[in-house]
């Protein structure tokens, strides 16, 4: 039989390499930015004031809706759909290095 001999090491393109570090790390607050942004609020405002000293409502913020989804979903819930996302941010990557 033929030997197919690969290459001792293949290069991963730093840009890449960078984009999906990236995107992996702050992964979990572009969740909970797309979850506010549909309008999902599990949280209640919570009541505050203005500069002015009138009282207002004031939503959860990202770093409360991760904490939210951590202890609703575990910490592995957090990265839910990071997958797609990776896999996506690749083809990318590929389809316009290539084009």
Known sequence: MNNIEL???????????????ASFAFHPFEYSKVLIQ????PLAPRNTKTLLGRPALAYPSVFQYCGHIR???????MWRG???????????HLVGNKF
């Not at 549909?38 to 609020?41: D, K, P, S, V």
């Not at 202890?71 to 819930?77: C, E, M, N, Q, W």
């Not at 990071?82 to 990318?92: E, R």
């Open 7 to 21: 290459p001792a090491e293949v290069p991963i393109p730093t840009g890449l390499a960078l984009r999906l570090g």
């Open 38 to 41: 549909l309008g999902h609020e």
């Open 71 to 77: 202890k609703r979903d575990g910490v592995l819930g």
């Open 82 to 92: 990071v997958t797609p996302k990776m896999l996506s941010l690749a083809v990318q």
